[in-house]
């Protein structure tokens, strides 16, 4: 792979994370209110924009990955994002790990593996 092809999946795996991780925290502040308040409350806060600004350069970033490696390798290059947002739930949110979500992303991570060195 081209240092170009490898900066646009690690882009990748950086904002969709990122957005994952920020719209984690936005749904996550327990005093917002309920129902629409809860909504609109959140529609202020930083953490939303921040996930929607990293999913839209997410967006750029992942249509220009794709320009460059075929879709069937791309898609399964992608599904190391699955990983990345697991292990950074645990590491911000100190999300649990089960024994099958190791299992999965152990075999997730290898699949990606076998993707890229072929």
Same mark, same amino acid.
């Given at each position: ?6 900066? @646009? +999946?690690?882009?990748?795996? $950086? ?16 005093? #917002?209110?309920?129902?629409?308040? %809860? ?7 930083? +953490?939303?924009?921040?996930? !929607?600004? #990293? @999913?839209?350069?997410?967006?750029? /970033?992942?249509?220009?990955? $794709? ?7 791309? !898609? ?8 990345? !947002?697991?292990?950074?739930? %645990?590491? /911000? @949110? ?20 076998? /993707?890229? /060195?072929?």
């Amino acid at each position: 792979m081209s240092i170009l092809i490898i900066t @646009f +999946w690690m882009l990748n795996l $950086l904002l969709d994370t990122g957005g994952h991780l920020a719209f984690k925290a936005a749904a996550a502040q327990t005093d #917002c209110g309920d129902g629409l308040a %809860r909504w609109r409350n959140m529609a202020r806060r930083p +953490w939303i924009w921040i996930g !929607v600004t #990293c @999913f839209v350069a997410e967006f750029v /970033v992942w249509l220009a990955f $794709l320009s460059l490696v075929p879709l069937s390798r791309g !898609v399964l290059l992608g599904s190391i994002n699955i990983v990345a !947002v697991m292990l950074a739930g %645990r590491w /911000v @949110f100190a999300e649990k790990f089960t024994p099958l979500r190791i299992a999965g992303s152990l075999l997730i991570a290898i699949g990606v593996a076998i /993707v890229g /060195v072929s």
